[in-house]
T-cell receptor, first 109, second 116 residues
Framework: RKEVEQDPGPFNVPEGATVAFNCTYS??????FFWYRQDCRKEPKLLMS???SGNEDGRFTAQLNRASQYISLLIRDSKLSDSATYLC??????????FGTGTSLTVIP | GAVVSQHPSWVICKSGTSVKIECRSL??????MFWYRQFPKQSLMLMAT?????????EQGVEKDKFLINHASLTLSTLTVTSAHPEDSSFYIC????????????FGDGTRLSIL
């Protein structure tokens, strides 16, 4: 079983839509969780860390469900510029970071 | 936010050439640096993890003699692709972390390597 699993998509949504991605992880002792976005032919950029109580940054909301071992990312009022691949990253311990394969999002005009 | 600089951003070389890629953390001390490779439309693949002052830990299937990693200081790690061949052409990305698990990785801009 993979350490981190994501639905690769693609998700094609109209501008203004709300879209949510989930990511499951296998190690219940995982400590830290992050969402990154990666644009085509570019490096991943940190979007937000995911805190136990959930956190919001503008149109983006991240949540953690330890009982079910998943994290989620919600994007409200999608913009064309949100089109990218979204990677979830889980830190199990120390320097052990596990990446999901990424979820592709295309926002359509 | 934390800044990681990677250089060069694009390299085109003849087969057999060795290529060195530098990764620098500009505004924080990177206890740990990671080197990844990514082929088109594929996921990031971790090649190796390096801690400052010690030998890198390579992932299974990555040849340590082919991909030489040096992490001599808290702000600089280098990856040297020795005697590169066309199949080594890829997007190489480094990332740096302060070493604590609750700190995210910060990625360099990546190096696009093309071997002719």
């Amino acid at each position: 079983r993979k350490e981190v699993e994501q639905d690769p998509g693609p998700f094609n949504v109209p501008e203004g839509a709300t879209v949510a991605f989930n990511c499951t992880y296998s190690n219940s002792a995982s400590q830290s969780f992050f969402w990154y976005r990666q644009d085509c032919r570019k490096e991943p950029k940190l979007l937000m860390s995911v805190y136990s109580s959930g956190n919001e940054d503008g149109r983006f909301t991240a949540q953690l469900n330890r009982a079910s071992q998943y994290i989620s990312l919600l994007i409200r009022d999608s913009k064309l510029s949100d089109s990218a691949t979204y990677l979830c990253v889980v830190n199990a311990w120390g320097n052990q970071f596990y990446f999901g394969t990424g979820t592709s999002l295309t926002v359509i005009p | 936010g934390a800044v990681v600089s990677q250089h060069p951003s694009w390299v085109i070389c003849k087969s057999g050439t060795s290529v060195k890629i530098e990764c620098r953390s500009l505004d924080f001390q990177a206890t740990t640096m990671f080197w990844y490779r990514q082929f088109p439309k594929q996921s990031l693949m971790l090649m190796a993890t390096s801690n400052e002052g010690s030998k890198a830990t390579y992932e299974q299937g990555v040849e340590k003699d082919k991909f030489l990693i040096n992490h001599a200081s808290l702000t600089l790690s280098t990856l040297t692709v020795t005697s590169a061949h066309p199949e080594d052409s890829s997007f190489y990305i480094c990332s740096a972390s302060g070493g604590l698990g609750n700190q995210p990785q910060h990625f360099g801009d990546g190096t696009r390597l093309s071997i002719l």
